[in-house]
């Protein structure tokens, strides 16, 4: 390691001949190299499997930068969310060289290279599109100019163009401790710009996901789209509905799950964006009581994440939805449904209208029923039924679903209080906090109806929930 540091400080390093000198704009195509103290990043910030990588890399005589939103993140003294690696080593060479390691991608072919519980995506230098310009790009696309497949490789300059923001194209070398920048991601990161690398209506139907992305970076970053990024997306939003809806998907997770999910949502808003994402914000945002719980719920998620707390995107996709479920529940109450089985039409209603668009994956559908089906339960505060509530598996989420209705005005807050309570207190104190039984007594257990279902809150039986 140390002789390979000097003999690359000594220039004896083929593979880094000719390379820029740190400080310095370059020519065309060429970065401009950061020191140590121009860049303040520190070796030891970098995660070790990453290190690790971008040493085997070079032992072996290859490239290796640590990339992308980790080295953004540190820039802004922010902690990464993971640490990606790029280098001039195919994605076979890669794999050879790492035993814990596999390629996996078809559109975009990468190496995951793991060690101990860490996993580094590693990803070989690829050629740019024509980024606007007159060049023929190779890569397929469909009718509408999005790339199909991504797996032409190239040089590090071409790869840096082929990125999506100028913050997202920083280059850190942890052996040298440089950062080479290719567009301007560092004084990018000081004015706090989310800029397009290349012509961005044209990168934007190369990828209309870009779009939602530049979203996401500017919640989460707290930067300002740059005016000439920002411009064609109005027009050029709809490609969305191009997009495979699993990858919409994905992408709303990170946002919603980014920490920063109130700003992110609002983002989208404010760019049109939300139509091709999360098109139940429309009408939702529009009721103010929907735009309190929507807040709220987000809100609730965004500090979690903050105090490593879990959060889960069933859990938030409840949140998201439970508006919608409300007023259908009330509509088919009101023409003459019971109210538990009005909750359960609704439920089902909901969540097939937004598989058209967003396409939550039918493995949540369980954990949201369940959220939604045990709110009811928290109105009965007599007898024994608080108690099995308690019990439930589901208990906690159900609890702190309840919170947020609280916290939106929903439901008093006397009621978010009186669980918060019950949960803490000992038996004794349970049974004198119940209340007097009031409205009709439950009816005598029915034996359960067939078709209710296997999960046990969304199959609850009916009986569960006197009509009063
Ligand atoms: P995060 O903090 O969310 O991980 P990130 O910038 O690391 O942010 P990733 O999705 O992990 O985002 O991608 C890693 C890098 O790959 C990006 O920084 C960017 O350089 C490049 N990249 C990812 N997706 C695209 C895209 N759709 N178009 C162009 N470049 C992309
Ligand atoms: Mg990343």
């Not at 700003?263 to 964006?273: D, I, K, N, P, S």
Request: charged content about 35%; aromatic content about 8%.
């Amino acid at each position: 390691m140390i002789r390979r540091i000097i003999n690359r400080l000594l220039g004896n390093d083929a593979k880094q001949k000719g390379k820029p000198r740190p400080g310095k704009r370059q020519a065309n195509g060429e970065p401009v190299i950061l020191g140590r103290s121009a860049h303040g990043i520190r070796r030891d910030a970098i995660n070790d499997c990453a290190l690790k990588t971008c040493e085997s890399l070079a032992d072996a005589g290859f490239k290796a930068f640590v990339v992308g939103g980790a080295v953004r993140d540190l820039m802004l003294g922010k902690k990464p969310k993971d640490f990606d690696v790029a280098t001039d080593a195919t994605p076979e060479e890669v794999r050879r060289l790492f035993r814990r390691s596999r390629i996996i991608g078809r559109r975009f072919r990468i190496v995951h290279v793991m060690c101990g519980r860490d996993t580094i995506e590693v990803t070989t230098f690829r050629a740019a599109g024509n980024l606007g310009g007159e060049e023929e790009d190779e890569r397929p696309t469909d009718e509408t100019g999005r790339i199909l497949e991504d797996n032409i490789f190239g040089s590090q300059s071409e790869d840096a163009a082929r990125r999506d923001f100028t913050v997202n194209a920083l280059y850190y070398d942890p052996l040298r401790e440089e950062i080479w920048d290719y567009h301007g991601g560092a004084e990018d990161c000081r004015k706090k710009i989310l800029r397009m690398i290349g012509d961005p209506a044209t990168r934007f139907r190369e990828d209309p996901v870009r779009m939602l992305r530049a979203a996401r970076f500017a919640a989460k970053l707290d930067f300002h789209i740059d005016p000439d990024t920002r411009k064609p997306v109005a027009e050029l939003a709809p490609l969305l509905g191009n997009v495979p809806r699993a990858r919409i998907f994905d992408e709303a997770v990170k946002l919603l799950m980014s920490g920063h999910a109130l700003r992110g949502v609002h983002q989208l808003r404010a760019e049109g964006l939300h139509h091709g994402m999360l098109p139940l914000l429309d009408t939702i945002l529009d009721d103010p009581q929907g735009k309190r719980f929507i807040e709220a719920g987000l809100k609730n998620t965004d500090q979690r994440i903050h105090e490593d707390k879990p959060a889960s995107p069933a859990f938030l996709f409840a949140s998201l939805l439970w508006p919608q479920v409300q007023r259908r529940w009330k509509a088919i109450e009101g023409a003459g449904e019971k109210p538990i089985p009005a909750l359960f039409a609704a439920m089902d209603e909901v969540l097939d209208a937004q598989r058209e668009q967003l396409a939550i994956p039918r493995r949540f559908d369980g954990m949201i029923k369940e959220v939604w089906a045990l709110q009811p339960r928290f109105d009965y505060r007599s007898g024994v039924r608080p108690f099995r509530l308690l019990e439930h598996p589901r208990f906690r989420a159900g609890y702190d679903f309840l919170l947020i209705r609280v916290e939106s005005g929903e439901v008093p807050e006397e009621l978010g209080d009186w669980w918060t309570d019950f949960q803490d207190a000992d038996d004794e104190s349970r049974k004198a906090m119940l209340l007097a039984e009031s409205g009709p007594k439950p009816k005598r257990r029915r034996r359960r109806r067939k078709s209710a279902g296997p999960d046990s809150a969304a199959s609850t039986p009916a009986d569960e929930f006197p009509a009063s």
